[in-house]
Protein backbone atom coordinates (compact mmCIF):
# COMPACT_ATOMS: atom_id res chain seq x y z
CA UNK A 1 0.00 0.00 0.00
CA UNK A 2 2.80 2.16 0.94
CA UNK A 3 5.01 1.04 -2.03
CA UNK A 4 1.95 1.79 -3.70
CA UNK A 5 1.64 5.62 -2.89
CA UNK A 6 4.83 6.30 -3.39
CA UNK A 7 5.00 5.15 -6.65
CA UNK A 8 2.48 7.39 -7.31
CA UNK A 9 4.14 10.22 -6.10
CA UNK A 10 7.19 9.83 -8.42
CA UNK A 11 4.74 10.18 -10.84
CA UNK A 12 3.82 13.38 -13.11
CA UNK A 13 0.54 14.47 -12.42
CA UNK A 14 -2.27 13.81 -14.65
CA UNK A 15 -2.19 16.39 -17.75
CA UNK A 16 1.55 18.09 -16.25
CA UNK A 17 2.64 18.87 -19.85
CA UNK A 18 -0.88 19.77 -21.28
CA UNK A 19 -1.95 23.61 -22.09
CA UNK A 20 -5.59 22.32 -21.55
CA UNK A 21 -5.97 20.16 -19.10
CA UNK A 22 -9.66 18.87 -17.65
CA UNK A 23 -9.50 16.21 -15.30
CA UNK A 24 -12.86 14.67 -14.50
CA UNK A 25 -14.98 18.25 -14.49
CA UNK A 26 -18.70 17.93 -13.61
CA UNK A 27 -20.83 20.81 -13.85
CA UNK A 28 -24.31 20.45 -12.79
CA UNK A 29 -27.14 23.01 -13.59
CA UNK A 30 -30.38 23.05 -11.13
CA UNK A 31 -33.41 24.87 -12.42
CA UNK A 32 -36.29 25.13 -10.70
CA UNK A 33 -35.51 21.53 -8.62
CA UNK A 34 -34.46 19.96 -11.55
CA UNK A 35 -30.50 18.69 -12.12
CA UNK A 36 -29.14 18.58 -15.16
CA UNK A 37 -25.99 16.64 -15.54
CA UNK A 38 -24.16 19.42 -18.22
CA UNK A 39 -20.42 17.66 -17.82
CA UNK A 40 -20.50 14.57 -16.16
CA UNK A 41 -16.70 13.79 -15.24
CA UNK A 42 -15.18 15.18 -18.30
CA UNK A 43 -11.66 14.09 -19.56
CA UNK A 44 -9.58 16.16 -22.24
CA UNK A 45 -6.04 16.93 -22.31
CA UNK A 46 -5.13 19.85 -25.37
CA UNK A 47 -1.27 20.57 -26.00
CA UNK A 48 0.35 23.77 -26.57
CA UNK A 49 -0.05 24.89 -30.34
CA UNK A 50 -2.83 22.49 -30.87
CA UNK A 51 -5.78 23.55 -33.56
CA UNK A 52 -8.45 21.14 -32.74
CA UNK A 53 -12.28 20.74 -33.03
CA UNK A 54 -14.78 19.51 -30.25
CA UNK A 55 -17.98 17.94 -32.26
CA UNK A 56 -21.40 16.45 -30.30
CA UNK A 57 -24.77 16.67 -30.76
CA UNK A 58 -26.86 19.66 -29.56
CA UNK A 59 -26.94 19.55 -25.60
CA UNK A 60 -24.23 17.16 -25.13
CA UNK A 61 -21.86 19.86 -22.96
CA UNK A 62 -20.01 21.80 -25.38
CA UNK A 63 -21.04 25.06 -24.76
CA UNK A 64 -20.61 24.26 -21.03
CA UNK A 65 -17.03 23.47 -21.36
CA UNK A 66 -16.40 25.93 -23.36
CA UNK A 67 -17.75 28.68 -20.59
CA UNK A 68 -15.72 27.01 -17.96
CA UNK A 69 -12.38 27.12 -20.26
CA UNK A 70 -13.50 31.44 -20.65
CA UNK A 71 -13.28 31.53 -17.18
CA UNK A 72 -16.62 32.60 -17.56
CA UNK A 73 -18.67 29.83 -15.27
CA UNK A 74 -17.18 27.32 -12.71
CA UNK A 75 -17.48 23.63 -12.72
CA UNK A 76 -19.27 21.83 -10.25
CA UNK A 77 -16.15 19.47 -9.33
CA UNK A 78 -13.47 18.15 -10.97
CA UNK A 79 -10.24 19.74 -11.84
CA UNK A 80 -9.72 22.46 -14.76
CA UNK A 81 -6.49 23.79 -15.82
CA UNK A 82 -5.29 26.26 -18.22
CA UNK A 83 -1.80 27.42 -18.95
CA UNK A 84 -1.25 26.80 -15.34
CA UNK A 85 -4.11 28.46 -14.23
CA UNK A 86 -6.47 26.71 -11.95
CA UNK A 87 -9.90 27.53 -13.13
CA UNK A 88 -12.07 26.25 -10.22
CA UNK A 89 -9.58 27.83 -7.66
CA UNK A 90 -9.02 31.57 -9.25
CA UNK A 91 -10.12 34.42 -7.07
CA UNK A 92 -12.56 37.38 -8.81
CA UNK A 93 -8.92 39.56 -9.69
CA UNK A 94 -7.24 36.03 -10.95
CA UNK A 95 -10.54 35.38 -13.41
CA UNK A 96 -10.45 39.46 -14.79
CA UNK A 97 -6.89 38.98 -15.49
CA UNK A 98 -7.02 35.28 -17.00
CA UNK A 99 -9.98 36.60 -18.87
CA UNK A 100 -8.00 39.37 -20.35
CA UNK A 101 -4.85 37.95 -20.38
CA UNK A 102 -4.69 33.97 -21.02
CA UNK A 103 -7.77 33.38 -23.29
CA UNK A 104 -9.56 35.03 -26.36
CA UNK A 105 -12.93 34.16 -26.79
CA UNK A 106 -15.41 34.07 -30.68
CA UNK A 107 -18.84 33.55 -29.72
CA UNK A 108 -21.13 32.36 -32.81
CA UNK A 109 -23.48 35.23 -32.94
CA UNK A 110 -21.68 37.57 -35.05
CA UNK A 111 -23.05 40.72 -32.89
CA UNK A 112 -22.03 39.31 -29.88
CA UNK A 113 -18.27 40.05 -31.17
CA UNK A 114 -18.11 43.82 -31.62
CA UNK A 115 -18.84 46.86 -30.60
CA UNK A 116 -21.36 48.19 -32.97
CA UNK A 117 -20.02 51.75 -33.05
CA UNK A 118 -16.36 51.00 -33.30
CA UNK A 119 -13.94 50.35 -36.51
CA UNK A 120 -12.82 47.13 -36.65
CA UNK A 121 -9.88 48.66 -35.61
CA UNK A 122 -10.63 50.41 -32.43
CA UNK A 123 -12.40 47.17 -31.66
CA UNK A 124 -8.99 45.16 -31.92
CA UNK A 125 -7.47 47.94 -29.83
CA UNK A 126 -9.73 48.22 -26.92
CA UNK A 127 -8.72 44.65 -25.44
CA UNK A 128 -5.35 46.05 -25.62
CA UNK A 129 -6.45 49.89 -24.13
CA UNK A 130 -8.08 47.71 -21.38
CA UNK A 131 -5.41 45.97 -20.34
CA UNK A 132 -2.85 48.65 -20.35
CA UNK A 133 0.61 49.26 -20.37
CA UNK A 134 1.18 50.04 -24.15
CA UNK A 135 1.32 53.10 -25.92
CA UNK A 136 -1.49 54.05 -28.20
CA UNK A 137 0.70 53.89 -31.23
CA UNK A 138 1.78 50.89 -30.20
CA UNK A 139 -1.57 49.61 -29.75
CA UNK A 140 -2.24 51.02 -33.20
CA UNK A 141 0.40 49.36 -35.23
CA UNK A 142 0.20 46.14 -33.77
CA UNK A 143 -3.67 46.13 -34.14
CA UNK A 144 -3.21 47.05 -38.07
CA UNK A 145 -0.66 43.89 -37.94
CA UNK A 146 -3.14 41.45 -36.95
CA UNK A 147 -5.94 42.73 -39.54
CA UNK A 148 -3.28 42.49 -41.74
CA UNK A 149 -2.44 38.68 -40.95
CA UNK A 150 -6.25 37.63 -41.31
CA UNK A 151 -6.35 39.71 -44.94
CA UNK A 152 -8.99 42.55 -43.45
CA UNK A 153 -6.60 45.49 -44.47
CA UNK A 154 -9.90 47.07 -46.34
CA UNK A 155 -11.80 46.71 -43.34
CA UNK A 156 -9.83 49.17 -40.77
CA UNK A 157 -11.75 51.42 -40.59
CA UNK A 158 -15.49 49.62 -41.17
CA UNK A 159 -18.09 49.48 -38.55
CA UNK A 160 -19.77 45.81 -38.05
CA UNK A 161 -22.90 46.57 -39.57
CA UNK A 162 -20.13 47.78 -43.16
CA UNK A 163 -18.90 44.09 -42.87
CA UNK A 164 -19.57 41.13 -44.25
CA UNK A 165 -20.62 37.76 -42.27
CA UNK A 166 -17.21 36.52 -42.57
CA UNK A 167 -15.17 39.70 -41.96
CA UNK A 168 -16.80 40.31 -38.88
CA UNK A 169 -16.22 36.86 -37.72
CA UNK A 170 -11.99 37.66 -39.34
CA UNK A 171 -12.48 40.74 -36.81
CA UNK A 172 -13.23 39.35 -33.97
CA UNK A 173 -10.33 36.40 -34.52
CA UNK A 174 -8.34 39.74 -34.34
CA UNK A 175 -10.41 41.31 -31.50
CA UNK A 176 -9.55 37.90 -29.32
CA UNK A 177 -5.87 37.82 -30.61
CA UNK A 178 -5.27 41.24 -29.13
CA UNK A 179 -3.30 40.63 -26.28
CA UNK A 180 -2.05 37.56 -27.85
CA UNK A 181 -3.05 35.01 -25.33
CA UNK A 182 -1.92 31.29 -25.00
CA UNK A 183 -5.85 29.88 -25.77
CA UNK A 184 -8.03 31.28 -28.54
CA UNK A 185 -11.58 29.17 -28.23
CA UNK A 186 -14.19 29.76 -30.04
CA UNK A 187 -18.03 28.46 -30.13
CA UNK A 188 -20.12 27.61 -33.09
CA UNK A 189 -17.52 30.58 -35.27
CA UNK A 190 -19.22 29.60 -38.43
CA UNK A 191 -22.70 28.30 -37.44
CA UNK A 192 -24.11 31.48 -39.22
CA UNK A 193 -21.91 31.45 -42.37
CA UNK A 194 -22.36 29.97 -45.64
CA UNK A 195 -19.91 27.02 -46.44
CA UNK A 196 -17.57 29.40 -48.34
CA UNK A 197 -17.37 32.03 -46.05
CA UNK A 198 -16.88 29.27 -43.15
CA UNK A 199 -13.88 28.03 -44.95
CA UNK A 200 -12.42 31.43 -44.85
CA UNK A 201 -13.08 31.99 -41.72
CA UNK A 202 -11.51 28.88 -40.70
CA UNK A 203 -8.49 30.24 -42.97
CA UNK A 204 -8.09 32.74 -40.22
CA UNK A 205 -7.40 30.34 -37.16
CA UNK A 206 -5.55 28.74 -39.31
CA UNK A 207 -3.25 31.11 -39.65
CA UNK A 208 -3.52 32.48 -36.02
CA UNK A 209 -2.41 29.00 -35.22
CA UNK A 210 0.35 29.04 -37.60
CA UNK A 211 1.60 32.32 -37.44
CA UNK A 212 1.13 33.04 -33.43
CA UNK A 213 1.44 29.48 -32.61
CA UNK A 214 -2.08 30.25 -30.30
CA UNK A 215 -3.37 26.75 -29.25
CA UNK A 216 -6.79 26.87 -30.44
CA UNK A 217 -10.18 24.93 -29.85
CA UNK A 218 -13.42 25.10 -32.28
CA UNK A 219 -16.67 23.95 -31.14
CA UNK A 220 -18.41 23.30 -34.59
CA UNK A 221 -21.34 21.62 -36.19
CA UNK A 222 -19.72 21.88 -39.55
CA UNK A 223 -18.11 18.46 -41.02
CA UNK A 224 -15.84 20.69 -43.16
CA UNK A 225 -13.76 22.24 -40.43
CA UNK A 226 -14.11 18.87 -38.36
CA UNK A 227 -12.11 17.37 -41.32
CA UNK A 228 -9.57 20.21 -42.00
CA UNK A 229 -7.70 19.85 -38.37
CA UNK A 230 -5.81 16.90 -37.12
CA UNK A 231 -7.84 16.30 -34.04
CA UNK A 232 -11.43 16.30 -33.60
CA UNK A 233 -12.76 15.27 -30.17
CA UNK A 234 -16.08 13.53 -29.90
CA UNK A 235 -18.69 14.77 -26.34
CA UNK A 236 -21.43 12.72 -25.42
CA UNK A 237 -23.46 13.15 -23.04
CA UNK A 238 -21.01 15.34 -20.78
CA UNK A 239 -18.25 13.15 -21.87
CA UNK A 240 -15.43 13.01 -24.32
CA UNK A 241 -16.24 9.96 -26.24
CA UNK A 242 -13.77 9.34 -28.88
CA UNK A 243 -11.39 11.05 -31.00
CA UNK A 244 -10.71 10.85 -34.65
CA UNK A 245 -6.90 11.41 -35.65
CA UNK A 246 -5.97 12.51 -39.17
CA UNK A 247 -2.35 12.29 -40.75
CA UNK A 248 -0.78 12.20 -43.96
CA UNK A 249 0.93 9.37 -45.39
CA UNK A 250 2.80 8.27 -48.29
CA UNK A 251 2.26 5.30 -50.34
CA UNK A 252 5.96 4.08 -49.99
CA UNK A 253 5.11 2.06 -53.98
CA UNK A 254 3.55 5.34 -55.64
CA UNK A 255 4.79 8.43 -53.45
CA UNK A 256 1.36 9.60 -53.09
CA UNK A 257 -0.02 11.14 -49.91
CA UNK A 258 -3.27 10.93 -48.73
CA UNK A 259 -5.18 11.37 -45.84
CA UNK A 260 -5.69 9.16 -43.11
CA UNK A 261 -8.22 9.42 -40.44
CA UNK A 262 -8.65 6.91 -37.64
CA UNK A 263 -10.98 6.53 -34.83
CA UNK A 264 -10.31 6.37 -31.06
CA UNK A 265 -12.12 5.69 -28.12
CA UNK A 266 -11.09 7.36 -25.06
CA UNK A 267 -9.66 5.40 -22.07
CA UNK A 268 -10.99 7.64 -18.55
CA UNK A 269 -8.40 7.87 -15.80
CA UNK A 270 -10.80 4.67 -14.40
CA UNK A 271 -9.94 2.64 -17.21
CA UNK A 272 -14.21 3.22 -18.35
CA UNK A 273 -14.25 2.82 -22.22
CA UNK A 274 -17.75 3.64 -24.00
CA UNK A 275 -17.91 0.99 -27.06
CA UNK A 276 -19.63 2.71 -30.53
CA UNK A 277 -22.83 1.74 -30.36
CA UNK A 278 -22.92 0.31 -33.75
CA UNK A 279 -20.72 -2.27 -32.57
CA UNK A 280 -22.66 -3.68 -29.06
CA UNK A 281 -25.54 -4.19 -31.40
CA UNK A 282 -24.48 -5.46 -33.90
CA UNK A 283 -23.28 -8.21 -31.59
CA UNK A 284 -26.25 -8.37 -29.20
CA UNK A 285 -23.78 -7.06 -26.37
CA UNK A 286 -25.65 -5.70 -23.66
CA UNK A 287 -25.24 -5.24 -19.72
CA UNK A 288 -22.17 -7.34 -19.47
CA UNK A 289 -19.20 -8.32 -21.66
CA UNK A 290 -16.54 -11.13 -21.55
CA UNK A 291 -12.87 -9.29 -21.26
CA UNK A 292 -9.29 -11.54 -22.22
CA UNK A 293 -6.33 -9.87 -22.13
CA UNK A 294 -4.05 -10.58 -25.06
CA UNK A 295 -0.57 -9.83 -25.73
CA UNK A 296 -0.90 -6.80 -27.75
CA UNK A 297 -4.82 -6.34 -27.36
CA UNK A 298 -7.95 -6.62 -25.40
CA UNK A 299 -11.03 -9.05 -26.28
CA UNK A 300 -14.45 -8.43 -25.85
CA UNK A 301 -16.81 -10.65 -26.20
CA UNK A 302 -20.53 -10.94 -25.99
CA UNK A 303 -21.63 -12.40 -22.41
CA UNK A 304 -22.21 -16.26 -23.16
CA UNK A 305 -23.32 -17.56 -19.76
CA UNK A 306 -26.97 -18.60 -19.08
CA UNK A 307 -28.11 -15.73 -17.90
CA UNK A 308 -26.10 -13.42 -19.74
CA UNK A 309 -27.10 -14.95 -23.12
CA UNK A 310 -30.37 -14.61 -22.54
CA UNK A 311 -30.10 -11.15 -22.07
CA UNK A 312 -28.10 -10.52 -26.01
CA UNK A 313 -30.73 -9.88 -28.62
CA UNK A 314 -28.91 -13.20 -30.54
CA UNK A 315 -26.52 -11.24 -32.68
CA UNK A 316 -23.76 -13.23 -33.99
CA UNK A 317 -23.33 -16.89 -33.55
CA UNK A 318 -20.33 -18.31 -31.32
CA UNK A 319 -17.54 -18.42 -33.91
CA UNK A 320 -18.32 -14.95 -35.73
CA UNK A 321 -18.39 -13.42 -32.58
CA UNK A 322 -15.07 -14.42 -31.01
CA UNK A 323 -13.29 -12.98 -34.07
CA UNK A 324 -15.17 -9.60 -34.46
CA UNK A 325 -15.47 -8.73 -31.03
CA UNK A 326 -11.91 -8.31 -30.49
CA UNK A 327 -10.75 -4.73 -29.88
CA UNK A 328 -7.59 -4.80 -32.21
CA UNK A 329 -4.13 -3.41 -30.88
CA UNK A 330 -5.85 -1.63 -27.86
CA UNK A 331 -6.68 1.46 -29.30
CA UNK A 332 -2.76 2.46 -29.64
CA UNK A 333 -1.35 4.27 -32.77
CA UNK A 334 0.97 1.54 -34.51
N1 LIG B 1 -27.39 27.89 -17.55
C1 LIG B 1 -27.96 26.71 -17.65
N2 LIG B 1 -28.96 26.35 -16.80
C2 LIG B 1 -29.54 25.14 -16.87
N3 LIG B 1 -29.21 24.19 -17.77
C3 LIG B 1 -28.25 24.48 -18.64
C4 LIG B 1 -27.57 25.76 -18.64
N4 LIG B 1 -26.65 25.75 -19.62
C5 LIG B 1 -26.74 24.56 -20.23
N5 LIG B 1 -27.69 23.78 -19.64
C6 LIG B 1 -28.03 22.39 -20.00
O1 LIG B 1 -26.84 21.64 -20.04
C7 LIG B 1 -26.83 20.74 -21.13
C8 LIG B 1 -25.63 21.03 -22.02
O2 LIG B 1 -25.82 22.30 -22.65
P1 LIG B 1 -24.75 22.96 -23.62
O3 LIG B 1 -25.22 24.33 -23.91
O4 LIG B 1 -23.41 22.81 -23.03
O5 LIG B 1 -24.88 22.04 -24.90
P2 LIG B 1 -24.17 22.17 -26.33
O6 LIG B 1 -23.41 20.91 -26.56
O7 LIG B 1 -23.42 23.45 -26.41
O8 LIG B 1 -25.42 22.21 -27.32
P3 LIG B 1 -25.62 23.03 -28.70
O9 LIG B 1 -24.92 22.22 -29.76
O10 LIG B 1 -27.11 23.02 -28.88
O11 LIG B 1 -25.07 24.40 -28.53
C9 LIG B 1 -28.18 20.93 -21.82
O12 LIG B 1 -29.04 19.92 -21.33
C10 LIG B 1 -28.62 22.28 -21.38
O13 LIG B 1 -30.01 22.37 -21.36
MG1 LIG C 1 -23.60 25.21 -27.56
Redesign the pocket.
Known amino acids: MERRAASRRGQPAYGHDALIACDRLV?V???DGVE?Q?LQGLDLLVAEGELMALV????????????ILAGLDVPTAGAAKVAGRDLLTMDAKARLGYRRDVVGFVWQQTARNLLPYLTALQNVTLPMQLRGGRRRAARTKAAVELLSMLALDHCRDRRPHQLSGGEQQRTAIAVALANTPSVLLA??PTGELDSHTAEQVFTAFRTANEELGTTIVI?T?DQAVASEVRRTVA?RD?RTSSEVLRRTERDAATGQESLVAREYAMLDRAGRLQLPAEYTSSLGMEYRVLLELESDHIGVWPDRTADGAGRGRGGAGEDGAKGSGVAEDGGEAS
Not at 61 to 66: F, N
Open positions: RFTTVAGASGSGKSTLMNDEVHIG
